[in-house]
């Protein structure tokens, strides 16, 4: 597979992706932003250091103003980065493998720039570019102190050794909170830093243990926050949305959502109660953003765990994400717990397989054409089916009335998707 994927660039390092890659690509930037200046963060694996100097040496070569601002959660670098209207790259892999690497870029908007290759640079700037450091953490932070919690709190953070500890540490200072906190090391990544379920065993057990408020964890690059209740159990990334719609729209004159066309339908009942706009996207965070702009949205979100908020320009913000769940528990007098019950989810479970055979689908289901993928609807539950723009799998997002019915419904479509693998 190619190293551009639909909005960014990753693969294998050294294989894939090399420092001779990260020059390249310094060197191709004349090409891509319209400001010659540029805000360059990394992720804490040990590549990032190395494909982040050589990406500099090139984007120096060609002239540009370079602010280096080192190790951050990619939130960070898009709040400075939105504030000051100045284009940015991350060097990341986010939740991928250790064994890989990448770059983000996005413009001085906020929106993922898409590349096919690198061309081959035949002309140099005659003018030398410039380098200096700058704390995109402190810019985040005054940000986020702007939304005050009085309530104390007791959480468990698993930071899954991402930056945003460097962040989130800073903000306790400021919050009444206390925190139970896991995997605190930059650089000694997991084989896959990524907030499922299956990696925060140590996180649910101790919200048991000790009682806990909830709990939260962070992926590789920290623009993805996923919330465990009171009870331990695992939210959704919609199920979170749709907390914050249920909480934040009664609140504001402006009511309009945006959420990608997989997110429960639970999310879509409760806007419509609320006489809200809800606009729907493909999935990725391209078609969030621009659509977040479009439409002067109050917030969207992900069923991945990633929301977006008009404060930060239209942008996702993990850390406000969480503020906002405060100030939601804190305002209500609620646990997290009894808000999930009171909205009455329905269980949802997410898989893939490596083929389908969509027609043998359609002759077995009611089917409805998405934006992204197709919508089958079965007895007592329903299933959508979309090919993914980062790996060569189809997504199955499936929700069922309970749970029951939704561990017979995976089992039976399993059953038949690995008859056509």
Known sequence: MTVFKGYDIRGIYPKEI???FAYKLGLNCTKIF??????VGQDARK?????????????LTQGFKVFDCGIVPIVSL???ASKFRLPAIMVTASHNPLNYNG?????????????KKLEKVKQISSKKGSYEKVNVLKEHLNFLKKFEIEKEFSIGVDFLN??????????LKWLKINAVVFNVELGKFFQQPLPSPQNLKDL?????????????AFDGDADRIVFFDDKGNYLWGDWVLTILIKYLLPISKNKKVVCEVTCTNKLKEIVKEMNGKVYETK????????????????LGGESSSHFYFKESRGLEDSFLAFLKILQILERENKKLSEIVKEINFHPKTIFSVKKINLEKIQEKFESKRLKDGIKFLGKNFEFIVRKSQTEEVFRIYLEAENKKVLRKAKEKLTKSFKKEE
């Open 18 to 20: 090399d420092e001779n």
């Open 34 to 39: 319209k400001k010659k200046k540029v805000l």
């Open 47 to 59: 590549s990032s250091f190395s494909l982040k100097k050589f990406l500099i040496k090139g984007l």
């Open 78 to 80: 898009y709040h400075w």
């Open 103 to 115: 770059f983000k870029l996005i413009d001085e908007n906020g929106f993922p720039i898409r590349l």
């Open 162 to 171: 991402s930056p945003s500890f460097l962040l989130f540490l800073k903000l």
């Open 204 to 216: 649910k057990k101790e919200i048991k243990e000790k009682n806990l408020d909830f709990g939260i």
């Open 283 to 298: 999935v990725g965070r391209y078609y969030l953003v621009r659509e977040m702009k479009k439409r002067d949205a109050l």
